[in-house]
């Protein structure tokens, strides 16, 4: 089986910075994509950012210069630094990763269990 542990959620002022870390571990020949998304209550779950095996990055335009994300593809670990946190960015926080269990399966999405982040105004 796979698991991914996330870390790092709590209660921040805005204009703070918090740090999340997710961890996959388990039965796992490879990572492809790894991300995290997020959902704030009422609303949809949205993607945040995400970074491939290579590096390359993508960010949702709410949080374009503020985040960043980066992974370390030896721990099977992707991070988000959040800086410049503002109360629009409180929501439960996701860790996605895209991988393969052996060489002969596909890949699957996998999910963390959530974290949550609260900015307070």
């Known amino acids: 089986q796979v698991q991914l542990v996330e870390s790092g959620g709590g209660v921040v002022q805005a204009g703070g910075s918090l740090r999340l870390s997710c961890a996959a571990s388990?039965?796992?020949?490879?990572?492809?994509?790894m991300g995290w998304y997020r959902q704030a209550p009422g609303k949809q779950r949205e993607l945040v950012t995400a970074?491939?095996?290579?590096?390359?990055?993508n960010y949702a335009d709410s949080v374009k210069g503020r985040f960043t994300i980066s992974r370390d593809n030896a721990k099977n670990t992707v991070y988000l630094q959040m800086n410049s946190l503002k109360p629009e960015d409180t929501a439960v926080y996701y860790c996605?990763?895209?991988?393969?269990?052996?060489?002969?399966?596909?890949?699957?999405?996998?999910w963390g269990q959530g974290t949550q982040v609260t900015v307070s105004s």
């Open positions: 996605n990763a895209n991988l393969r269990q052996t060489p002969l399966r596909y890949p699957s999405d996998y």
């Open positions: 388990g039965r796992i020949f490879s990572v492809n994509d």
């Open positions: 970074i491939t095996k290579g590096g390359s990055t």
